[in-house]
């Protein structure tokens, strides 16, 4: 038994034979050519068969692991049809009387070389991008197919680094890890991983004569077992059995939708924090984004976000979400969340201090920032806005004020913007018993259950000493849930919850009885949550 | 000719895929769309051409449009690299 340490860029176990992959050296021949123009229209027929594979690669990585890690195909096609490229290929068939493979391989050298001297690190690679097409026109002009990879039993592969063309390539049905001793967290051998829910290692210096073996990877603690000893492998094919019985219920549930026996749809939608839980929430198949916390964006940063800053963030996760709902939560931080450029003062209480919506309608310039910012994005994909700390229906109403100054503002300067569902959070007690009030001013109301349980209770979650005090399906929590939805529907707001308790199993039965619309969880509830809902009478 | 510049806020730069937009974009204007760095210059329908310019984030960088529609063209190129390079 031997083990390797690299860096996990995806969790979870696999067992399996490892497979390396080794880059095979193309061997191109100069070989003398008589007719120039015949050589030339061989290149051209390459040239567009090639375009047709990275046409191809596109769509296939699109569905597998969407827009941004599809691009590369696209910025390869361009390159294929880079005039200077292209010139030079030909030039050199027509001056040195050479075969166009030759051409090709010489070309790829000169271009790499130029990205090679680069004084930049991300520049460097992209000698790789360019091997990576010219290596495909070779193939395509040699008539060889690249060499696809092809197993019958559970493979770990193990390489140096693996190409976009290589991994979109790949039979993937049985590989089971990735492990590359090169690479970072945002190479495609990382996206390929996440996407395909198995467990990555990088930065792991292998030796070579572990090809063929059996292994363990551990995504968790980073590690790769080599020729596991009996009983450690025992252990880690029950972890795998778990972790597949996991990953089954996953599947079973994706794409299918969240609707009780008896037809009534539940949204079920994802909590995020950032434009980094994206990627889970696509996998774990999220109907949307029911809270989008968007302090991140504050946190940060040294100095306030601008608009720009925050309009490229929203607009990004707007189209990756293409359509689907995306709330946003304005600005929720206080005393209790440290930003120094904020000049907070300190206080005693912050949970019920200067906080939140308080200092966004004290402070108009950052709230107007962030809508502004909010809005032009929602000319890009489904926008809500929703609002914290809300107890009056003046607050509400002095925020669609601003809302409407921010909007006139826009159209005046000629900026387009979107629909955009406005919503608040219903976090108070006073909310809550004004909450029939509150519905006639906004689309929907999002409960956020953490701080309406300890405004309720009149306790701290974290003072351990008031643990047995705790409870957090008290009765007077389950009947406010009940108030909100009775009222909110009455004034036609939907209603849903984004505090934890949206995510507690045991009590999804009671709240979609209670005429629940909407429920936003941490992403890797959506599926389990899906299926209490799914089995519903 | 009708110039404009403007400062490369992607964070690492106009590297492949900015500079893959840029080409998409700059594909779709009839007139000769040249890009400036310093003392160097690229044609900015050529993906190469751009890319080794090696324009890093922060970079302030020239662009030059020519052609009868040159007008219109830099203006919506503008319109384009503001919100998106």
Redesign the interface.
Known sequence: MKVYHGKAVFHGIAIGQIQILKKEEKNVFRSHIDNVEQEITRMERAVSETEEQLKKLYDKALLEVGESGAAIFEVHQMMLQDQDYQESILNIIRTQQVNAEYAVAVTADNFANMFAMMDDAYMKERAADVKDISERLISVLSQEDKEEVQTDMPTIIVAEDLSPSETVQMDKSKVRSFVTRYGSSNSHTAILARTMNVPALIGLAYDEDIDGMTAVVDGFKGELIVDPDPEVLAEYEKKAAQEEEKRQLLQELKGKETVTLGGKEIRLYANIGGISDLQSVMQNDAAGIGLFRSEFLYLEKEDYPTEDEQFKVYRSVAETMAGKKVIIRTLDIGADKQIDYFKLEREDNPAMGYRAIRICLTRIDIFKTQLRALYRASAYGNIGIMFPMIISVREVKRIKEIVEEVKKELTDNGIAYGEVELGIMIETPAAVMISRQLAEEVDFFSIGTNDLTQYTLAIDRQNAKLDDFYDAHHPAILNMIQMVIENGHKGGAWVGICGELGADLELTDQFIEMGIDELSVSPSCILPIRKKIREHV | MVKFTFTV?DE??L???P??LL??EAAKCSSKVTIRKGDKTG?A?????I??L?I?CGEEVEMMVEGDKEQEEAAALEAFVTENI
């Open positions: 806020k690492v730069g590297h492949a895929r500079a893959g080409v998409k044609d329908k050529r993906i190469f051409n890319m080794g090696a890093k």
